[in-house]
């Protein structure tokens, strides 16, 4: 470029210089000036274009994904503060309209509370409801609904092989007798049995005959009268035997063997006639299991065995139990010493005090009335009539008022399970009240100044309102749409309340932040930038909590997954009161502020009201300002990677450690009488394998012989001696009895092909003395009658029980074989195992995998969302790891807690 005179010389610079021309010498210091300046732009040019291609140079260059995390980022930000800006103005400007709304928006959603339910049924709170197992177990509950009920209390001393205890089990059994509900007594309601006893008629009362026919002429045609009457007279009174009619529930009451060929002869020869007239003309006694038994008379508790229990002394006791275990209400053998614990024995092996002994005995459910009435409870099916009774059971055997010194007792009448399990709402009431109070406290004294204007008692209540009204609003909706409540969720309140009372914390700092750093402006204005930050920070936290817990609802796990959606609507019912409900309260407590009225009585206004200077001081804020300052030492910074590394070791070996394992009874009450019988039968009668059954749907037996031997075949075989210890099926002893009775010398295959033949023996079978065992396993189309043709068998069981297994890893191999077993036997009819404890056992199968699957969906989830928030990879790491380290902390201190 070249400079002129007149261009430094003209019109132009004559106001800097002082005139139009100008000499040598002057051009030429001008020129230099000029150069000089020229050089001078130059350099800083140079210099800018320098360092912003340095800046550039030292910018990481963005990947394509990186773009994408970032737009993602700022546009979902920015939208959230665009929004939140918006509403805030908005809600601070109508406060009124918002609040009415709110309560309007929560009465409404409340109102589905009207639906409001628990569940008590274990199986459904556990089982998927489109699980082979569920459709098993309701399919056995709608068609062939249990109708016996089990009863059971545990009686603990120092010895409960005492007179005393023993007085005090008969006055209560003796008690039961005396019980009535309207007309019906407790020999109404319990389980009748037959009692091994001569009928007191003789055998006139054996005659099935018609009226016309004499008493002679009707036993005219027995021969073998004399020689069988003889035989029965031998062991009639006392003696053990297995009779004729264990039928009823005969799998509760052990076979032995005396003179029971005889009576299986007679059941024969005698057969229907005078063999059906007698098991007609038997005896009945409610079915028990009770160590009272020992000192009945002849089938019944009366004026002899009150005598007998008077006068008991602890040797007689001692010596009966050893040696004499003969029941004298069924007038057979029973070990009557299973039903101690804790036993203690001599040199001899002879019992010489125990610790616990257990009554057990059962009532009945009338299906019919069931059937036409519903159930009296949800959960199980029971007619009114039979869960009124069994209240009133539980009163009597509850009242332990008049018990001697050191005797009490444990109750569980099958009512109270699910009385327990049910009812679980407010249990935690009075825990759940005095946490609320303590966060109100808390929450006051974080958001209060110490003066009377500034002091926000109300705002606090106003708070926890918010949290409440956000309950009402989540509950209602999910029980709206049929969502069952269950034991498990008696923990959601505590949720909700720290996750609410954490928003109410940010939105309030974040109004204080701005107030002591931004300038003045309009109250709206001011809730719109508080909000544009706040809202933005709890709405983040808040979806990543709904996110967490919609993953954990798509968990197969019935009682899970409520509790799940319960959690999660809640919590953002709760999200949307306090940025609504709250922040309305809020600015109107920012004006009562500046109007200087007092934060307890609104309506008094303070004059010349100035703020103590101590007041304005936050010390959390200090706290943590000097926390902040604290872990920028190098020191502090590695003892926190060691603690943290030391934890995380001991939560690793901790969560590598915890066995898994589902009871139900863990969900009852502690405090409960349900929940104390549970744990001394754990400690007094530590159980058994477990028992199940072999269900077989409506197959045609006489054909399908070979299927069911084969089945059984399957189980008793070597390879399942580990998971097997007994089955007892009824076929062999079928086959037996018809190989043993057969008037030809044709095969069993070939006489049980024969229909009528089949029909016939059949129920010969059921009511002789070794197949009565096996009647409660059968289920017919019409009731089966001694001397007819067995009509169709819609269901039959076929009983085993599992070895004592002590871990999941060992239970659910077992189930599963056993499961697999049923599945290969080609039946033409649906069958499967089933067992009370598979309903656990299930369980655990399922959490195992739920477990993993869910986390790592969780994980996933929050990690998108968090890196679509912060917009960097590394920080979504870093809180990735803090939650992944505090879950697996969690878990392994589990186990080291126990």
Known sequence: MTIGRSDLCGSSHTFLYGCAECSEHEYKNRISTVNADILKRGNVIVTKIIKDFMEKKEEPQLTGLQKVVRACQYGVISSLERFFTWYGCLVATYPKTAIVCCILATMGGGLGLLRFY????????????????????????????????????????????????????????????????????????????????????????????????????SWADFDDFAEFDEEFESFGENETGDGLFAPLLGLLMPQTDVNIDVLENWSDEFYPDLYCGCVEATETACFEQNIVELWGDQGSYNEVSDIKIAGLTEKEILDTINNKNVSQIFLKDFNFKDLLGDVKRNSKGEIISAGAVEMKFFTTVNITAVKLYGTATRGEKIDMESF??????????????????????????????????????????????????????YVNVMLSKMNF???????????????????????????????????????????????????????????????????????????????????VAVSVTTFTDVIAFFVGSNTVLPGLQSFCIYAAVAIFAIYALQVTHFVAWFSLDVRRQNAHRDGCLCCYTHKNFKSYEFSKGSLLNKAFAYIGVLITKKLVQALILILTAGFLVGGIWGALSLTQEYQPEWLLPPESEIAKWFSIKEQYFPSNGEPGFIMIKQIDIAREFGEIEHLVDQLAAPDQKWNIEKISPWHPAFRDYVNKF????????????????????????????????????????????????????????????????????????????????????????????????????????????????NMGIAMICIFITTLMT?????????????????????AGFMHWWG
């Open 742 to 853: 057969k008037k030809t010398n044709d095969s069993f295959e070939t006489l049980i092909r024969n229909e009528t033949y089949f029909r016939d023996k059949f129920t010969q079978f059921l009511y002789s003395p070794r197949g009565g065992i096996f009647q409660p396993n059968f289920w017919f189309s019409e009731p089966l009658k001694c001397g007819e043709p067995a009509p169709d068998v819609l269901l039959q069981a076929i009983s085993y029980s599992h070895k004592r297994f002590e871990r999941s890893g060992q239970w659910i191999p077992a189930m599963r074989k056993v499961q697999q077993v049923v599945k290969d036997t080609p039946f033409s009819n649906d069958s499967f195992p089933i067992a009370l404890t598979y309903i656990n056992w299930e369980t655990d199968a399922i959490v195992g995998i739920e477990l993993i699957r």
């Open 118 to 217: 628990e569940e008590g049924d274990a199986a459904a709170l556990v089982i998927p409801t489109y699980s082979e197992f569920r459709r098993n177990i309701d399919w056995l509950d709608n068609n062939f609904p249990r109708e016996v009920r089990v009863h059971s209390i545990v009686y603990t001393a120092e010895n409960v092989l005492t007179p005393k205890v023993i007085r005090t089990i008969y006055r209560q059994r003796r008690a039961l007798d005396e019980l009535a509900i309207g007309e019906k007594t407790f020999e109404d309601l319990c389980i009748q049995v037959p009692i091994l006893k001569f009928p007191d008629e003789g055998f006139s009362a054996c005659n099935r005959k018609e009226e016309k026919a004499s008493t002679v002429d």
């Open 388 to 441: 009124n009774f069994e209240g009133l059971m539980i009163d009597l055997l509850k009242d332990r008022s008049w018990f001697p010194a050191g005797v009490t007792s444990y109750v569980n009448c099958q009512r109270q399970f699910f009385d327990s399990f049910v009812g679980q709402t407010f249990k935690d009431a009075d825990k759940l009240g005095g946490g609320y109070i303590l966060v109100f406290i």
């Open 870 to 890: 912060l917009g960097s990879w590394r920080g979504s790491v870093f809180v990735m790891m803090c939650v992944l380290f505090t879950s697996i902390d969690v």
């Open 453 to 535: 204007v500034e002091q926000r008692i109300w705002l606090s209540v106003i708070g926890i309102m918010s949290v409440v009204m956000g309950m009402i609003l989540g509950y209602g909706l999910c029980s709206l749409f049929g969502l069952f409540y269950s034991a498990a969720h008696t923990v959601i309140p505590f949720i909700l309340l720290g996750i609410g009372i954490d928003n109410i914390f940010v939105i309030t700092q974040t109004f204080n932040t701005l107030e002591t750093t931004s300038t003045p402006a309009p109250l709206a204005e001011r809730f719109g930038q508080t909000m544009k930050h706040a809202g």
